[in-house]
């Protein structure tokens, strides 16, 4: 890679982590004003109200909030049970937000797990969550392929006791890429999901059919290939009677030849990163 690739590499990097820091800024100031009482509506209405405060007019999908088992997707079928309920928040429940905003341009798509008060069933999936960032870094970094990567993920949470809840997401993915989105005046969204990021996942997937490769890391055939050199928003998603926890993050892939360098995490400086590093 010549130095101006690796300038214009470095300059793309530090906005897509300004932007993930500025998300998870949002689900740790918005998880501490959680009290009981508040409904998965609320939490969401105060992601957007904090992101927007801040600059963010745009959306690769606008804030989710869930509580209790829903954390597990427990007994979801269909795609708008994913959406904010009036389901209200009690001591002791576990929570996860996640949202994607996009700024000046560039996209993030972050979870945050958490619970009101004490749940040692959360804790422990949350120090298990660990082990599956080891494991998808090392064998993105061994060019395996994403579908058989994804088989490992599984084998390990198995092992682990737990079940797979990214399963339960459209496709069952585990990942999607992500990338810069042109910044319009109006920004409109389409079922929670902003159709400028959308436009950029399906340009991608025409792209990714016509070369073998597709932007969803999922379980099925069409992720039966390495992965592909870009920007990677990751969620393991783990369950455990009707708990659910998961961190999602941005994985960098490139196409080079040193193995450290061919795949890293865009940011080691995360509130689940910072609480394993406690841990110990």
């Not at 957007?48 to 997707?73: I, K, N």
């Not at 990021?197 to 390495?226: Q, T």
Request: aromatic fraction near 12%; charge should be neutral; glycine fraction near 8%.
């Amino acid at each position: 890679m010549t130095t101006a690739a690796n300038g214009e590499l470095s300059t793309r990097l530090r906005g897509f982590r300004q932007v993930q820091r500025l998300a998870y800024a949002c689900a740790e100031a918005v998880a501490a004003r959680l009290e009981p009482g508040v409904s998965e509506r609320q939490a969401a209405r105060m992601q957007r109200e904090w992101l927007r405060e801040r600059g963010v007019r745009d959306w690769f999908h606008l804030p989710f909030a869930w509580f209790g088992d829903r954390t597990a997707f427990t007994g979801f079928r269909l795609p708008l049970q994913f959406f904010p309920t009036d389901r209200r928040l009690e001591p002791g429940l576990p929570f996860i937000l996640d949202m994607a905003p996009v700024y000046e341009g560039y996209t993030a798509d972050i979870g945050y797990s958490g619970s009101l008060g004490v749940n040692p069933v959360q804790d422990r999936l949350m120090a298990d969550l660990e082990a599956h960032r080891e494991l998808i870094l090392r064998e993105v970094r061994e060019r395996r392929s994403l579908r058989e990567i994804y088989e490992d993920v599984d084998r390990l949470m198995i092992r682990q006791g737990y079940a797979n809840r990214h399963r339960a997401y459209p496709f069952g993915v585990i990942a999607h890429k992500v990338d810069q989105v042109k910044q319009r005046r109006w920004s409109p969204h389409v079922l929670g999901f902003g159709t400028q990021s959308l436009k950029g996942l399906a340009a991608d997937a025409l792209h990714g059919h016509r070369e073998g490769w597709s932007p969803l890391w999922s379980p099925y055939r069409f992720s039966d290939h390495p992965p592909q050199p870009g920007l990677w928003a990751v969620e393991p998603h783990l369950g455990f009677r009707g708990t659910g926890a998961k961190f999602e993050e941005i994985l960098v892939v490139t196409d080079s030849a040193d193995p450290e360098q061919s795949a890293f995490w865009l940011d080691d400086d995360l509130p689940h990163v910072r609480r394993w590093a406690e841990e110990k």
